[in-house]
């Protein structure tokens, strides 16, 4: 069975560009988390989506940043016009079901460095 | 609101020393705890948790024990390996508060040293 993929796993912009994070949770999870990491920190939750809703985007910056889980095919993260403080490790988790079993599947992650 | 501390890293031992890594938290209701590792490059993965008070996690020779009295998680090895060298992070649940969201704690890096 097939952990939460995430990719690209590496990806590099320059300032101005878009940059797109695809994440496929696993099996059966129709639940996904995006957490944002910067270099030497913890993990700063972005949002929360289920098949074609947002249900909380209140770590989302209000400004470039949007996120999508389609009913069919990978929850995106979309970042337009991307600056250097984007640079961080995105992460994209997922569960079974919402609520507050806590346990997340992680994917491994995409790091992105913007020039 | 609920929150979870952890003891600031880096946590630098040699191989088969004792760890320990101290979690506390805040939470307005009867949270779950866990503990979660992240290995170099990697995303993080569920190492232990316990749901209720007094109940003991554990996995991979690490232990953690739920004390409500003293609102505390602290996480343990009587011996660690060089490949326990990683950032292991503190989270809790709370059906009460943030009820679809772990609150994160900043992570401790541990380095083991041969």
């Known amino acids: 069975n097939a952990g939460v993929m995430q990719n690209p796993r590496h990806l590099v912009r320059r300032r101005g560009q878009e940059a797109r994070l695809r994440c496929s949770p696993m099996?059966?999870?129709?639940?996904v988390y995006w957490y944002r990491q910067l270099p030497e920190e913890g993990l700063k939750f972005m949002v929360y989506l289920q098949k074609e809703n947002i249900i909380d985007e209140s770590g989302m910056p209000k400004e470039r940043f949007s996120a999508e889980f389609p009913k069919e095919g990978p929850s995106i993260l979309r970042i337009q016009q991307v600056v250097r403080g984007d640079s961080a490790a995105y992460f994209c988790a997922s569960s079974p079901t919402g609520g507050n079993t806590g346990e997340l599947f992680f994917g491994e992650g995409s790091r992105l460095t913007v020039l | 609101g609920n929150s979870v501390t952890q003891m600031e890293g880096p946590v630098t031992l040699s191989e088969e020393a004792f760890l320990t890594i101290n979690c506390t938290y805040t939470a307005t209701g009867y949270p779950s705890l866990f503990w979660y590792v992240q290995y170099p490059g990697e995303g993080l993965q569920l190492l232990l948790k316990a749901t209720k008070a007094d109940d003991k996690g554990s996995n991979k020779g690490f232990e953690a024990t739920y004390r409500k009295e003293t609102t505390s998680f602290h996480l343990e090895k009587g011996s660690v390996q060089v490949s326990d060298s990683a950032v292991y992070f503190c989270?809790?649940?709370?059906?009460?508060?943030?009820?679809?969201?772990?609150?994160w704690g900043a992570g401790t890096k541990l380095i083991i040293k041969p």
């Open positions: 099996k059966g999870h129709s639940h």
């Open positions: 989270a809790l649940s709370d059906p009460v508060d943030s009820n679809y969201q772990l609150i």
